[in-house]
């Protein structure tokens, strides 16, 4: 019995040895380590570690700053700030006055037009004036332009007086022709340019004309001629469909002091034209003069919108001048273009350009007849002071000569 309570608890404690064993090798194996934690962002960083020279600590004296050489700079001295200069305003120019410019530019007419003068003396002083001669006379009257009906007056006219003086010196033949070509020319016309209403101001003056006749050029001379007068001018660029005719017409005005208003390029020209006269009202000016697009006289709907321009324009105030600008060198065809123009807006006076570079001077009669209004203005050149108001006696005297 006691033997096996012996066997018993030799066995009990071999079993629990046996357990403990395998409970301790399991206990051996490495558990995974765990994820490292995350760094702590709101800690400080570390200080940097101190150099050795930092430690040892400095005995020597500190210096003033007067005792502190300064490195030399070898002379060199500070650099000034460059000095801006003042952008020199332009000088405005003067223009040449009004008064005698037909008499300075007469040689410059002349020389284009005494072809026909002297063709009609040398024609008048033949000993026989037979028909052929007289033929002769009308054709070179209406080769100059002078017209069919101002031809047989005029013919009819010299036949009446050369016969009833009989005697024809070259004084006496001059004198005869010049005062039957002024009288046709016609000097009892009123050739003022318009541009003093009767109440307040500003006086209106609109520009019309086919392309290339120097419509937006003579604006701009015009402008001179006022200016050269004492009129304060502003000027209306109502030509928006030509390229760059807006800049053209401005550069003009500054040259003497004269604002233009214009508009966006392809814009509305009647808008352009009624803000023209709007601030020529405010300002006080004197004169607006309107520089309107350039049309061919064939196009119905562009000549229907220079009479929009007309409309709108005098929603402000009557226009005291509308003015139709001819290229003198176009002759007979001038004339179509003018009917034309007559019947959208009421040319008040005509502008006759390169009249120094044709022969055909009997334009500035057959015009005048053609819608019975002036030639107020001549353009007898290039210059900026070659525009020219009109005068019959001395037109006359470039045609015969002296």
Known sequence: MDILILAVVIAVVVIGALSGLVVGS???????????????????????HVGEEAETPRDETRRTIEEVDLP??????????PVVEELEVPRLEVPEPTAGRLVRLRSRLSRSQNALGKGLLTLLSREHLDEETWEEIEDTLLTADVGVQP????????RERVRVLGTRTPEELRTLLREELITLVGPEMDRVVRTEPATGKPGIVMVVGVNGTGKTTTTGKLARVLVADGRSVVLGAADTFRAAAADQLQTWGERVGAHTVRGPEGGDP??????????????GSDVVLIDTAGRLHTKTGLMDELGKVKRVVEKHAPLDEVLLVLDATTGQNGLIQARVFAEVVDITGIVLTKLDGTAKGGIVIAVQRELGVPVKLIGLGEGADDLAPF??????DALIGD
Not at 36 to 44: L, M, N, R
Not at 391 to 396: C, G, I, K, T, Y
């Open 26 to 48: 399991r206990r051996k194996k490495q558990l995974p380590k765990p994820p490292p934690a995350a760094p702590d962002i709101t800690a400080p960083p570390a200080e940097p």
């Open 72 to 81: 030399d700079g070898g002379g060199a001295t500070v650099a000034e700030p």
């Open 151 to 158: 031809t047989t007056e005029l013919v009819d006219r010299l």
């Open 270 to 283: 009647a808008s352009v034209a009624f803000d023209a006269v709007k601030e020529g009202k405010e300002i």
């Open 391 to 396: 005068e019959p006696e001395a037109f006359v």
